[in-house]
């Protein structure tokens, strides 16, 4: 948590210095409200957006008794509200919670998912998912999302400033160095934010492979459907957007990954040590 305080932090300042570079005291005023506003509709809205997205069914107990029952039974131990169940139409193998807070989640399921775990392994993935919602981290990536994506307009119109000659403070600068500072702003605050923006989530996921652990009582039943769908992804990846990747309990866009700086998930390899470490403690 305290890791995880810190990059949001660090997002935080980095709107903050680009609202204070282009505009002194009135342009951090002006980046801080609008962070704010952009963090109010992401905090109300994002559930029902992501869910809409992928097209999610909700289910009742009649629809998907297993579901709801390893459910219940996880939300009981783990001292949780029951969340709304809603299962993908996809055959991609994929999960992810969603929802401002534990009163408000719902969890998702692939059509996939269903097909290729066991009853072990499915409630390894659903107390993971569970985790995030007990953890807020919904909540935080959501923020962390908004923070990245204000930075980026800003610098977007950064870049435009710098094609047009726009923002008085280039031209108090002598020798243009206004000018070189303006089109370095606009090049290095996105990929410092989307640098920040993917250690949260890497860090939240550790996190919630721990917690998740904990409240199944089985490291091993996750750490085992994590390497299925390892291989689950890899054969059918679920149609994803980048924007909403972190959401989901693997990386649905790891085929398409850049270096490990740019990826929303640790490496799989290591979630699967840790948790088998984790087991071992454990017995």
Known sequence: MLRTTLLLGALTGLIMLIGQYFGGASGLIIAFIFAVIMNFGSYWFSDKIVLKMYGGQQVSEADAPQLHRIVHALTVRAGLPMPKLYIIPSEGANAFATGRNPENAAVAVT??????????????????????VKNRDILISSIAATLAGVIMMIANMAQWAAIFGGFSRSDDDEGGGGMLGLILMAILAPLAATIIQMAISRTREYAADRAGARMSGDPEGLASALEKLGFASERTPVEASPQTAHFFIVNPLSGRSM??????????????TRLRAMSGQMA
């Open 111 to 132: 059509q996939g998912i269903l097909r290729v775990m066991n009853e072990r392994e499915l409630t390894g993935v659903l107390a993971h998912e569970l985790a995030h």
């Open 259 to 272: 270096a490990g700086l740019f990826t929303t998930h640790p490496p799989l390899e290591e979630r699967i």
